[in-house]
């Protein structure tokens, strides 16, 4: 057997884009979690205030989940040049198309944990 350590995916919503994203070991998932954790019980927490000091805490956190994600989970990412440069994984986070940022977390999320259909059945 040949297990492959990452998943390529071509970007839906910038065609032409690559990128790689570690798939789930043992130790990932517990290091992943670790870093979520905190931050996800904070996201919680402001989520559900009606006051916009917390939503917008809320967002922020969001955001930050979005980049631990991104840390942890992306291995390689082709076909994107930003400012003229080859991008990595810090040029993505720091200069790059948010909504590519997006796509990549959730892909990065879908690979570690289970989808909501998943949970349920």
């Known amino acids: ?3 492959q350590s990452t998943v390529r995916s071509e970007s839906q919503s910038f065609p032409g884009v690559w990128f790689e994203i570690k798939r789930l070991s ?4 517990l290091e ?3 870093l ?11 989520s559900a205030s009606d006051e916009m000091a917390d939503q ?3 967002r922020e956190i969001a955001a930050s989940i ?13 076909g994107l040049c930003i400012d ?16 590519l940022c997006t796509e990549i977390a959730e892909a990065i ?11 349920k059945n």
């Open 1 to 3: 057997m040949n297990y």
């Open 56 to 58: 917008l805490r809320a």
């Open 26 to 29: 043992l130790s990932g998932r």
């Open 36 to 46: 979520v954790r905190r931050e996800g019980r904070d996201l919680e927490f402001h």
């Open 66 to 78: 979005q980049a631990i994600y991104i840390r942890w989970g992306l291995d390689r990412i082709e």
């Open 84 to 99: 003229g440069e080859a991008a990595n994984r810090d040029s993505l986070l720091d200069k790059g198309p948010e909504a």
């Open 109 to 119: 999320r879908s690979e570690c944990f289970l989808s909501e259909t998943e949970r």
């Open 32 to 34: 992943l979690l670790r």
